[in-house]
């Protein structure tokens, strides 16, 4: 007979559990003999790891519980009361100060420390901190005056130390300025308060702009301020109340100055207005025929001949091998090809090409491809595109738009994707204008969009390609396309808030 192992584990016999209970007892003992081990005495008080311990813990609740008192008075309690939120900012940040002051002082005096007797090493040592510290706590006390006196909030546009641009933060050391360049600019609170600082929205955003103007000697005095207040009232950003000034501020070396004050109030759009106002007064001047200074010296010359002989060379010159003189037509004679835009005064059509953008196109490059959007009215500058419409059993060209013709004012108004695929028929170049700007451009042109709308009635098949979309959309009846010019001038109409005349 075989005898059968036994495979069950035995029982701890009482002296292996006696073995383990003394052992956990001895790590006991060890672990407290270790945490009340005295490290160091301050003062009266042995300092122990458990010490350490228990006032670290006792002094994180009174972090926790001033930071809530202050959030809770900021957000709650003062908010209710009425309190602007540079005074809740103050009272909320003294009102934790003190509580974690107060809290700090309990708490160690309650884990047994005697603070009177340390009272002279600290005063020495907040002497010596004071010194280290005292450009923190000055901005400390400036942040709390900022906040204080409300003068400066959060999202006014101000001007400082040659920056400007919006306050984006305010803290108790430093604020946070965000500059037209897109950086943030950290000012310490008090260079803030103690600088001049030019706050444009104190009261509002409005304020004056003086541009200065000169022109040459023997210029109209009264044709010049004409023009001036002219230029100003074609600013769109001008107002008329205070009324623009012309001022003639005297007589320079080489020319009249004048200065001309407007008002704006977008003040923050200040570089913008500069540069719109001096493209007017410029244009101005040389359609009136006045014209603008030079410096003026009397050169006396020992060898005239020579510098002659100097000159007619130089005009007579003739390229270097493989040097080619720029004979490209510029864009502003491009656009002028285009029939929308020939009418068109210089500073119009100066409007026309900051909308927009160049957009270079190879040989059989794809603009854009069949039932996808494109968010720009096109002008074809030089080339050629093809419009192809595509399906599993052809490939049709639709259109080809040459130079001078324009295309995608459909789709852009009516926000549906192309029916055909736009491909470049050689290298070609565009001017595109997005959405936003085309939409301004109708509206700010009215006879733009009845050009528009008249050679998009020549676009029957293009019409009936877009049928089945502008269906589904609830945009086009069925008799709509017996008319599409009239379709297509109430659809600008509707959109773009404009009125045209036939």
């Known amino acids: 007979m075989i005898a059968q192992l036994n495979t069950q584990p035995q029982e701890p016999g009482p002296q292996a559990i006696a073995n383990v209970l003394e052992q956990g007892h001895l790590l006991k003992n060890w672990l407290l003999e270790t945490l009340n081990a005295p490290i160091f005495k301050l003062g009266t008080e042995s300092i122990t790891l458990w010490w350490i311990v228990q006032a670290c813990f006792l002094l994180l609740l009174v972090g926790v519980f001033a930071k809530a008192t202050k959030q809770f008075l900021k957000k709650i309690l003062l908010l209710r009361l009425g309190f602007s939120e540079g005074n809740r900012e103050v009272i909320g940040t003294l009102t934790s100060l003190g509580v974690a002051v107060l809290g700090f002082i309990i708490v160690l005096q309650g884990m047994g420390l005697e603070l009177a007797s340390f009272a002279v090493i600290m005063g020495g040592l907040g002497i010596g901190i004071g010194f280290g510290l005292q450009e923190l706590t000055r901005n400390l006390v400036s942040g709390l005056t900022i906040f204080g006196e409300n003068k400066l909030k959060v999202g006014d546009l101000i001007e400082f130390n040659d920056h400007i641009g919006y306050i984006k933060e305010i803290s108790i050391r430093s604020t946070i300025i965000r500059t037209f360049r897109g950086s943030d600019l950290v000012v310490p609170n008090t260079d803030l308060t103690s600088n001049l600082v030019i706050n444009w929205n104190y009261e509002n955003c409005s304020g004056r702009l003086e541009v200065p103007v000169s022109v040459a000697y023997g210029s109209d005095l009264v044709l010049v301020t004409e023009v001036l207040l002219e230029s100003a009232a074609m600013e769109k950003n001008i107002v008329s109340e205070p009324a623009p000034k012309a001022v003639f501020l005297g007589f320079g070396e080489n020319s009249l100055n004048f200065e001309l004050w407007v008002w704006t109030e977008r003040i923050d759009q200040r570089f913008l207005i500069f540069s719109s ?39 007579n010159k003739v390229p270097a091998p493989g040097e080619k003189l720029d004979n490209s037509p510029t864009l502003t004679q491009l656009l002028k090809k285009n029939f929308c835009f020939q009418k068109l005064n210089d500073l119009e059509i100066r409007n026309v090409i900051e909308m927009g953008k160049r957009w270079h196109l190879s040989a059989g490059e794809t603009l854009v491809k069949q039932n996808q959007y494109h968010s720009y009215f096109c002008v074809v500058l030089t080339g050629a595109i093809n419009a192809i419409y595509e399906n599993e059993k052809i490939s049709n060209r639709i259109f080809t738009f040459r130079q001078g013709e324009f295309f995608g004012e459909l789709p852009l108004m009516l926000e549906v994707p192309y029916p055909t695929t736009m491909i470049a028929a050689e290298e070609s170049t565009l001017f595109l204008i997005g959405k936003d700007c085309f939409h301004k451009l109708l509206s700010t042109h009215p006879h733009l969009s009845i050009r528009v709308a008249e050679e998009l009635g020549k676009r029957q098949g293009a019409l009936q390609g877009y049928e089945q979309k502008l269906k589904e959309m609830g945009l086009l009846a069925e008799a709509d396309l017996k008319n599409p010019v009239d379709w297509i001038r109430q659809r600008i109409n509707k959109i773009f808030d404009v009125s045209l005349k036939s």
Do not use: K, T
């Open 277 to 315: 106002l001096n493209h007017i007064i410029q244009y101005n001047c040389r359609r009136r025929g006045i014209n603008m200074p030079f410096p003026q010296r009397d050169l006396w010359l020992r060898n005239p001949e020579s510098i002659s002989l100097a000159v007619s060379n130089q005009e």
